[in-house]
């Protein structure tokens, strides 16, 4: 064992941290070299790009860390881009309608998030229906109710008092610290997260060992639909306004989230789900914004949207032939070791 080997199992923790660190760093750096080569301008060029960042990386982390609530143990709720347009746009006109700012409309449009991510899983676990099958089907009929009510305006906060606070640097930092320790408490020392895990494993042992899977199932709903609700209200407060959508348009939402939380549960596997999550959707922020910096030099919004999933295709590629990537590398460690065994027993011999 090489000394460099010898430092990785004595100090494994560090280097997982390192490693969950080095992934946004390392995007950040790309990025911030091809800008500086093509474009002439940093990645993070002023002030203005922080809060960009900060608002679009909560956005980002709480709509990935909803997905992940139910996709591990095998249910992959589409419906939760249409919660996200129902809750806020209902949750946030009641909040604006009392005068309650933008706290208000954070705390409303989770308390309807709440309801209609229950409302997913109280069918789920009472009709049986497929995950996906189910979400298509409530996509529809959510994105139907938020489109009727308010005259479809949806929800409007351009110059609203009292919701700059979400544009905040210090708010937004501080919702993402409580949304942290409020996950990281619930997925990895709650009950409902050692159940979640045993389910995880396998949903029929988990069940013959007493677990009821049908309330954990409803609770992560539940969490799902209040964190896709934080997501679209600070995607709200960034764009000034939330649309509704028909035709279940609000999926392309679901599925531009994938990539943050794939990145996140593949780094997961060094850290904790959550701060995976953080920082697989920082290093998707990261290259999101780079991109964003060529449309200086022509470079259309939809280019950048091809290279952004064609750098998710290759990771994909990847994570589905990371074990083959690691037998070829233990291979070539077992040969090498014996090339040098082989060498000593020789030298000993002579």
Request: aromatic letters at 10%.
């Amino acid at each position: 064992m090489s000394k460099w080997q010898d430092f990785q199992k004595k100090h494994i923790l560090l280097m997982h941290a390192l490693f969950t660190i080095a992934v946004p760093l390392a995007v950040w750096l790309v990025m911030e070299l091809l800008n500086l080569a093509v474009c002439g301008v940093h990645t993070m060029n002023s002030m203005v790009d922080w809060t960009t960042l900060m608002r679009n990386l909560l956005s980002s982390f709480c709509f990935a860390l909803g997905l992940n609530c139910n996709l591990p143990v095998g249910r992959m709720d589409t419906s939760t881009g249409s919660q996200m347009y129902l809750a806020c746009i209902i949750g946030g006109n009641i909040a604006l309608s009392l005068n309650l700012g933008g706290v208000g409309v954070l705390v409303f449009s989770m308390l309807l998030g709440m309801v209609a991510g229950g409302f997913t899983g109280f069918l789920f676990i009472n009709l049986r229906i497929l995950p996906m099958v189910l979400g298509l089907g409530l996509s529809l009929v959510y994105e139907c109710i938020s489109f009727s009510v308010y005259n479809q305006q949806g929800l409007n906060l351009f110059g609203k008092p009292g919701v700059a606070i979400l544009s905040n640097r210090i708010f937004i930092v501080v919702v993402i610290l409580v949304i942290m320790a409020v996950m990281t408490y619930l997925f990895q020392y709650s009950s409902f997260g050692y159940n979640r895990r045993a389910i995880q494993g396998s949903q029929k042992l988990a069940n013959d060992a007493g677990i009821n899977i049908y309330i954990n199932a409803l609770l992560c709903y539940v969490a799902a639909g209040a964190l896709v609700a934080i997501a679209g209200v600070f995607d709200t407060a960034y764009k000034s306004s939330l649309v509704p959508v028909l035709g279940m348009n609000s999926n392309s939402t679901v599925f531009a989230n994938m990539f943050p939380m794939a990145v996140g549960v593949w780094l997961s596997k060094k850290s904790s789900p959550v701060i995976g999550i953080l920082a697989g959707s920082l290093s998707v922020q990261f290259l999101v914004l780079g991109l964003a910096k060529f449309t200086n030099v022509g470079m259309s919004d939809y280019l950048q949207t091809c290279i952004k999933y064609s750098v998710w295709l290759v990771f994909m590629i990847y994570r589905m032939n990371e074990d083959k990537l690691q037998f070829l590398r233990d291979k070539r460690t077992r040969v090498a070791l014996a090339k040098e065994t082989r060498a000593k027993r020789v030298a000993v011999a002579v």
